[in-house]
Each structure stands twice: as C-alpha cells, then as structure tokens.
C-alpha cells in the first residue's frame, strides 16, 4: 500500500499521481498525470493514504483506517520496526516499510521567443530503463559505500537520540545519519567529495 499525504505532486504544473488498483497481485499501480482539472487537483490533495496517523485504505468501497504504529508494530513504547545497520543502503525485502520510485521530474531550459531563458518541468512515472538506472546507481555507491565512510565522504555517525532525533528512529528504523538520504544522494555526494578531496 503506497503512503503519501497526498497525491500532488506538482501545483504549478497540475500534476498528480492517480492509484491505481491492481487486484491481480494485490497492489496499485501509481500513473502520473499532467495538466489534470482544478477538481482533479482537489481531489489528489485529499486522496492521501496517510490521514492523522492512520493508514487510510484508498479504495472507496473500503473505508478501513489502520493506525501506522500498529503497522509498524510498536508495543508499550518499545518501537516495533527493524532497526537499520549501518551497511543497510536500502529497505531489507521483509522490512515493514519499503520504497519505491514512482515519479521522475527533469527540468528542459529553453529560450522563449524574447530569447529570455524559461524552464519547463516535466513529471513521468518510471520505465523499466529508470529502474535499471536506479540498480546501477545502488551497485555502484556499495562499491564505494566503507571507503567513502572511512574517508567522511558520506555520513557514518549514528543518530543520536533526542526530543528531536527519536523520530527517524521510531518511524522507520533509521539509526545513521546517511538513512536519511536516498542511495543517488548518497552517490552523487560521494563522487562530488571524491573529486574535490581525493
């Protein structure tokens, strides 16, 4: 069940993520849509799956909610998810919570017929080609993953716990700084740092 507050994903451009259901292997697909109508707009603000704390099922027929701390398993404070270790880049297969790109957004710059430079933004769901790239950039960051901890390339610090910092932790199981970035931030941090300080 995908989880997201809403479905907006771009004002200015009118574009949403629509869910949908895909019975055969108990899931949805999300499709992303541009320059939808104001009511398809209002309605992706309030199609989220995430409403005060709870699992909100999107099917309407099915109206069930699900508090996200039973979801993650918590129990009498104790907190119910996975804890990640350090080496652990991405969601394990049997971890509670899991991600997945449905979204991409490029800019195109062009001139505009008074030769002022514009951007334009442009929003596509992933192809299988988008997913290869993503295993690509995951293969080649636990390549370099130890060394550029070692050098300080990336972060290695564990979080902390704190008022502030107990979050991450109890939410998805994030126990280091770098749990907080995706593994093409991670990469492209690392090989920015790499060329700048070898």
């Known amino acids: 069940m995908p989880l997201a507050p809403s479905w907006v994903i771009g004002e200015k451009t009118k574009c949403v993520a629509t869910l949908v259901p895909d019975s055969k292997h108990k899931r949805f697909d999300i499709h992303i849509e541009s320059g939808v109508s104001g009511t398809e707009m209002k309605d992706a603000k309030a199609s989220g799956t995430v409403v005060d704390s709870y699992l909100a099922c999107p099917n309407p027929d099915c109206g069930q909610r699900t508090p996200i701390s039973g979801i993650r398993g918590d129990r009498g404070g104790e907190y119910g998810l996975r804890m990640w270790e350090n080496d652990d880049i991405v969601p394990k297969p049997d971890d509670v919570f899991q991600e997945r790109l449905y979204c991409i957004r490029w800019v195109e710059t062009f001139l505009d017929d008074d030769g002022n430079v514009q951007t334009r933004r442009h929003y596509m769901a992933p192809d299988r080609h988008d997913l290869k790239r993503e295993n690509k ?10 060394e550029w901890q070692a050098k300080g390339f990336i972060p290695s610090r564990k ?16 126990t280091h700084w770098h749990h907080l970035f995706n ?4 990469l492209v941090n690392g090989l920015f740092l790499n060329r700048v300080c070898p």
């Open 137 to 146: 950039v995951l293969e080649l960051l636990r390549e370099r993953f130890k």
């Open 159 to 174: 979080i902390e716990p704190g008022a502030k910092t107990d979050e991450p932790i109890r939410t998805r199981g994030w």
């Open 183 to 186: 593994p093409r931030q991670l």
